[in-house]
């Protein structure tokens, strides 16, 4: 689709403007897409932003699912609580994980009966080594032929753990960082030091399309955070609710201050709507 309308706006196709009274070269906002639901016309937004091309929707993508939105609350949440299997994995397989979807599979079937938190220690061998600190001194009579069991498996398993080990102690290393600063700071100075500090506002600016729309969205992100800082709440889960209450009282992305509908901008509507 985005293909199409590119070659569409290269092949100076003219289009009767009844307002200027002639025909001129047909622009973006002449073009307007019906999408079945609010579902579809949502990735049809994101689908024609990240190709560059500017949209305009009455029901737009859902500002928590934005492209630059998403890995930060996916970080937040997994700051506040590493047992959520989904945040975590959302923060593992993005840009302040750096895991691949195969790699965070292979480290969540180690440990298939854990959480993926615990899967994330086991696999470094924490929760091992705590484990079997326990075990061994009940190991009294068998300690010898279990020494020489335990060494064996280790060698065996070296192998599949040593790749991923030095990632995911990284990784973990960052989610305490940010834990600890969440004790001295308040969630504006968190969620800044995220997004500025460790390369990822210059990231995103320089890999997704539509630059204007990210830095509104992010601008708006810190300040609620310093709305929320004003209140009498302070904790991260409490802000975490707050911002999924702002969105829920209908905040929209591609249909606020930075772009309307009479900008010349492709235009998509949910035509059950209509």
């Known amino acids: 689709m985005p293909i199409k309308l590119k070659k569409l706006m290269d092949s100076n196709?003219?289009?009767?403007?009844?307002?200027?009274?002639?025909?001129?070269?047909?622009?973006?906002r002449d073009i307007v897409l019906l999408a079945r639901n609010n579902t579809?016309?949502?990735?049809?937004?994101?689908?024609?932003?990240n190709e560059g091309i500017s949209v305009y929707a009455?029901?737009?993508?859902?500002?928590?699912?934005?492209?630059e939105i998403k890995p930060v609350i996916s970080l937040l949440s997994v700051?506040?609580?590493?047992?959520?299997?989904?945040?975590?994995?959302?923060?593992?397989?993005?840009?302040?994980?750096g895991f691949t979807q195969t790699e965070a599979a292979i480290i969540k079937s180690f440990s298939p009966e854990l959480g993926l938190y615990e899967s994330l220690l086991n696999y470094i061998g924490s929760m091992k080594a705590h484990i079997f600190r326990?075990?061994?001194?009940?190991?009294?009579?068998?300690?010898?032929?279990?020494?020489w069991i335990l060494v064996l498996r280790k060698k065996t398993?070296?192998?599949?753990?040593?790749?991923?080990?030095?990632?995911?102690?990284?990784?973990?290393?960052?989610?305490e960082k940010y834990r600890k600063m969440l004790l001295t700071d308040g969630v504006h100075d968190?969620?800044?030091?995220?997004?500025?500090?460790?390369?990822?506002?210059?990231?995103?600016?320089?890999?997704?399309?539509?630059?204007?729309?990210?830095?509104?969205?992010?601008?708006?992100?810190?300040?609620?955070?310093?709305?929320?800082?004003?209140?009498?709440?302070?904790?991260?889960?409490?802000?975490?609710?707050?911002?999924?209450?702002?969105?829920?009282?209908?905040?929209?992305?591609?249909?606020?201050?930075?772009i309307d509908e009479n900008d010349d901008v492709v235009k998509i509507y949910d035509y059950s709507q209509i």
């Open 13 to 28: 196709t003219l289009v009767y403007d009844k307002d200027e009274g002639r025909y001129r070269p047909i622009k973006y």
């Open 40 to 49: 579809r016309a949502r990735q049809y937004v994101e689908i024609l932003m």
């Open 58 to 67: 009455e029901s737009s993508v859902s500002f928590l699912d934005t492209y």
């Open 79 to 97: 700051i506040d609580n590493p047992h959520q299997d989904i945040p975590l994995m959302g923060a593992m397989t993005g840009y302040f994980g």
């Open 134 to 147: 326990k075990v061994w001194k009940k190991m009294c009579p068998f300690r010898k032929t279990w020494k």
């Open 157 to 175: 398993q070296i192998a599949r753990i040593q790749p991923f080990r030095k990632k995911i102690r990284t990784f973990l290393k960052r989610v």
């Open 190 to 258: 968190l969620i800044w030091n995220i997004i500025y500090s460790t390369g990822y506002f210059d990231f995103f600016i320089s890999n997704l399309e539509s630059p204007e729309i990210r830095i509104a969205n992010i601008n708006f992100l810190l300040s609620n955070a310093l709305s929320f800082e004003k209140s009498n709440y302070n904790s991260l889960f409490q802000f975490l609710k707050y911002i999924e209450k702002i969105i829920k009282d209908d905040i929209e992305i591609g249909s606020g201050s930075v």
